[in-house]
C-alpha cells in the first residue's frame, strides 16, 4: 500500500513552550502530501483512521507511528502520542526525534524527570541540537533548578546564538537569583534577536528601571511603543520616568531640562495631574508666574481635590502680589486638609504682608502645632512679636532657634534687636557680633552693631557727665 504521508525532518519540529518565568514552547510538526492527488483539508479524525488502518496492516510501518503520534499529541492524546513514539523507538532505538518528542510530551504532563531522560537520550544521537538543551533547561526551569536550567540555557545558546527563547529565559533565571547585570545581559540579547517582542522589551525596559538606569529603560519603551504604539501601560511607565528625570533635574537647577522632561511625560499620559503640578513648580523657579498659574489650574482640572496644587497655586498668586486669590486657594487647600502646615504657613507670609499681625500669628502658631520644630515659623512669629512690642515673647522664639541650630546668623541679628529695645545694649553686641561670625557679608547685623555701639558710648558720656557733675 502506498503510504499516505511521507516523514523527514520537517514533519516534527519543535520549538519552545510556555511554562513558568515566561517560558516558551510550540510543538509544531508538518505533514507532507506523497500524492498531488490528495486533499490538503482531510479531518484530523479521517487522517487518524487512515493512520490506524494502515498500522493495522503494517505494525511496523515508522511512518505511521511517528506521524499518528504527532496528531494524537496535537489533540491532547498525550497517553496514545506517547504510545506512538515508543514504538517509533522500539523499531529504531535511535531516533532522536522520538526521544525529543517523548520529552515534550512529558513536560506537557508535568513529568519533568521523564522529560530530562527523553531529552538527554536525544542529545546522546544529535549532541549539538539546540533545541533540546533549549527544553531541557525550560523541565529545569519547572523543576525549580535554576543553576542546571540556566547551565542547559547556556549550552543551547553557544550552539545556536539567536535561540531569543533561550536567552530571555536565562534573563529571567538571573533575575530570580538577583544578578541584576547578568540578567539585563540576556534581555539585551535576546531583544537584539527579537526585537519586536513587546513583552521582551517591556521587561527589559523594566530591568533597567529597576536598575536605575533610567536613560535606558526610555530608550527601551520608546522602541516598544513603535512596536506596538497602544501600549497603555509603556505609556503609563514612559510619563513616570519622565516625570522623575524632571525632578531630578529640577533639583539640580536644570530649570529647562526639568520643564522638557515633564512635557514628555504629559505627551504619554495626558491626565497626569501630578506632572502639571511639577511643570507649574518648574515655572515659577523660572519666573514664568502666568505659565505656572495656567498650569497649576489644569492640574486641578484633573483632580479638584489635589490639596498640594492649591498650596501651589496660592505661591504663584503671591509671587504676582494677587493676595486676595492667594488667601483663598490657601483656604481651599486647608479646607481638603486641615493640617497642612505649609498652607498655614503660606497665608501667615500673606497676613504679615497686609499688615495684620494677629491673623499671621495665628497661623504661625497653627504651623509650630503641626511642626513644632519649623524654625522658619519660628523666626516669623518672633519677628511678628517683635513688631508688636511683645519683646518677651519674640526673645522667646529666637532663643528657641539659636538652641536648635546656634549658626542662624538671622536668628542672633534679630535678638540683637530685642536685647538692643530692651535696653540690654552689651547683650545686643554679642548677638550681632555672633551674627558676623557666621556672616561676615550680613549688613543688617553689621549696621545694627554699629548703631549699638553708639547707643552704647552715649550711654557712657552720659553716665561719665553725671558722675563729674559738681555737687
Known amino acids: 500500500m502506498k503510504k499516505l504521508f511521507l516523514r523527514g525532518n520537517a514533519i516534527m519540529r519543535r520549538y519552545h513552550y510556555f511554562g513558568i518565568l515566561g517560558i516558551s514552547f510550540f510543538f509544531s510538526f508538518q505533514i507532507t502530501l506523497s500524492s498531488a492527488g490528495e486533499p490538503h483539508d482531510i479531518p484530523e479524525k479521517e487522517i487518524m483512521k487512515k493512520y490506524q488502518k494502515i498500522l493495522l496492516q503494517e505494525p511496523s510501518n515508522l511512518n505511521a507511528h511517528f506521524n499518528l503520534g504527532i496528531l494524537y499529541y496535537k489533540n491532547a492524546r498525550f497517553d496514545e502520542a506517547s504510545r506512538e513514539f515508543n514504538k517509533v523507538i522500539e523499531i529504531n532505538p535511535n531516533d532522536a526525534e522520538a526521544y525529543y518528542n517523548l520529552g515534550n510530551i512529558y513536560n506537557k504532563k508535568s513529568l519533568y524527570d521523564d522529560a530530562i531522560h527523553s531529552y538527554k537520550k536525544a542529545l546522546a544521537i544529535h549532541p549539538r541540537d539546540a533545541v533540546i538543551f533549549h527544553n531541557i533547561g525550560n523541565a529545569y526551569t519547572n523543576k525549580g533548578m535554576i543553576d542546571e536550567a540556566i547551565t542547559s540555557y547556556r549550552m543551547a545558546v553557544d550552539l545556536d546564538p539567536n535561540l531569543a527563547e533561550s536567552h530571555k529565559n536565562m534573563a529571567y533565571l538571573y533575575k530570580k537569583k538577583g544578578e541584576v547585570s547578568k540578567s539585563i545581559s540576556s534581555f539585551e540579547k535576546a531583544a537584539t534577536y527579537n526585537p519586536k517582542d513587546t513583552v521582551l522589551l517591556f521587561d527589559l525596559a523594566s530591568a533597567y528601571e529597576a536598575n536605575g538606569s533610567q536613560d535606558n529603560a526610555i530608550l527601551t519603551y520608546k522602541k516598544l511603543l513603535l512596536a506596538d504604539p497602544s501600549h497603555k501601560e509603556t505609556k503609563n511607565r514612559l510619563a513616570m520616568l519622565y516625570n522623575n528625570k524632571g525632578v531630578s533635574c529640577a533639583l539640580q537647577g536644570k530649570k529647562d531640562d526639568a520643564i522638557n522632561a515633564y512635557k514628555e511625560a504629559l505627551q504619554n499620559k ?26 497649576y489650574k489644569k492640574a486641578l482640572e484633573i483632580s479638584p481635590n489635589f490639596g498640594e496644587v492649591y498650596n501651589n497655586l496660592g505661591v504663584a498668586y503671591t509671587k504676582k502680589k494677587a493676595y486676595d486669590d492667594a488667601v483663598s486657594v490657601f483656604k481651599k487647600a486647608l479646607s481638603l486638609n ?17 499688615g495684620m499681625t494677629g491673623e499671621a500669628i495665628n497661623e504661625y502658631n497653627e504651623v509650630l502645632k503641626l511642626t513644632p520644630d ?4 519660628l523666626y516669623n512669629r518672633g519677628a511678628l512679636h517683635l513688631e508688636n512690642g511683645n519683646l518677651h515673647d519674640a526673645s522667646a522664639d529666637m532663643k528657641k532657634i539659636i538652641e536648635r541650630n546656634p549658626k542662624l546668623s538671622a536668628a542672633h541679628c534679630k535678638l540683637g534687636d530685642i536685647y538692643q529695645k530692651q535696653g540690654h545694649i552689651d547683650d545686643a553686641i554679642g548677638e550681632y557680633k555672633q551674627a ?9 547685623a553689621l549696621y545694627s552693631l554699629e548703631e549699638a555701639y553708639r547707643i552704647k558710648e552715649r550711654q557712657t558720656k552720659k553716665e561719665r557727665d553725671k558722675s563729674e557733675k559738681p555737687r
Open 374 to 377: 519649623d524654625l522658619s515659623a
Open 270 to 295: 495626558e491626565d497626569f495631574s501630578e506632572v502639571y503640578n511639577n511643570l507649574g513648580a518648574a515655572y515659577v523657579d523660572k519666573g514664568m508666574i502666568d505659565d505656572a498659574i495656567a498650569t
Open 338 to 354: 486641615k493640617n497642612h502646615a505649609g498652607a498655614h504657613f503660606n497665608l501667615g507670609v500673606i497676613y504679615s504682608e497686609k
Open 436 to 444: 558676623l561670625e557666621i556672616s561676615p557679608e550680613m549688613k543688617d
